[in-house]
């Protein structure tokens, strides 16, 4: 595997992580009740960094088996 795909699976992974780290604290009842409705209502959906994770997930392995 070259570097660029090497550093490129390395960056996706922390986004996973980041991902999944959202998806939990937004789950969390009482975060809503904190944070005002507004514009950016898709961004405090932890469905939305599910989809991202899903999204990552898939383009991490399709780097691995690239290579």
């Given amino acids: 595997m070259d570097e660029s795909k090497r550093k490129a699976i390395q960056f996706l992974e922390k986004e996973l992580k980041?991902?999944?780290a959202l998806a939990l604290f937004l789950?969390?009842?009482?975060i809503h009740e904190r944070l005002r409705s507004g514009a950016g209502d898709a961004f405090l959906n932890p469905a939305y960094y599910k989809d991202r994770i899903n999204e990552a997930e898939s383009l991490v392995n399709?780097?691995?088996k690239a290579n």
Avoid: G
């Fill in 18 to 20: 980041t991902y999944a």
């Fill in 27 to 30: 789950s969390k009842k009482d």
């Fill in 62 to 64: 399709d780097l691995k």
